[in-house]
């Protein structure tokens, strides 16, 4: 079993920054890949971002590419998510979510949700 919780999240006037983590529980953590997503009032969940085991393998939406970093340190079990040039589309709850599977940008492939922190974006 993993628990994930999420910080970071906050208000910022766009092209602000803002730093997210998550923090995981349970001794597989560093086997799991680990994704980013987010959701806006009255959309459905999509995918941000995603980090594989070792950080070999990264993936990202393309509305984030250039502007988001993610990153992970499994001897902190702690995946972040480095948001710059933030813009007011990027408003939404944050969850990061962890899982086995491949299909990295799906939220059907993670086992492990956290329960989300809000990020707005000012205009």
């Known amino acids: 079993q993993v628990q994930l919780v999420e910080s970071g999240g906050g208000l910022v006037q766009a092209g602000g920054s803002l730093r997210l983590s998550c923090v995981a529980s349970g001794r597989t953590f560093s086997s799991y890949n680990l994704g980013w997503f987010r959701q806006a009032p009255g959309k459905e969940r999509e995918f941000v971002a995603a980090?594989?085991?070792?950080?070999?393998?990264?993936t990202y939406a393309d509305s984030v590419k250039g502007r988001f970093i993610i990153s992970r340190d499994n001897a902190k079990n702690t995946v972040y998510l480095q948001m710059n040039s933030l813009k007011p589309e990027d408003t939404a709850v944050y969850y990061c979510?962890?899982?086995?599977?491949?299909?990295?940008?799906?939220?059907?492939?993670?086992?492990?949700w956290g329960r989300g922190t809000q990020v707005t974006v000012s205009s």
């Open positions: 979510a962890g899982g086995g599977s491949s299909r990295v940008t799906s939220t059907l492939a993670y086992d492990y």
């Open positions: 980090i594989n085991w070792n950080g070999g393998r990264i």
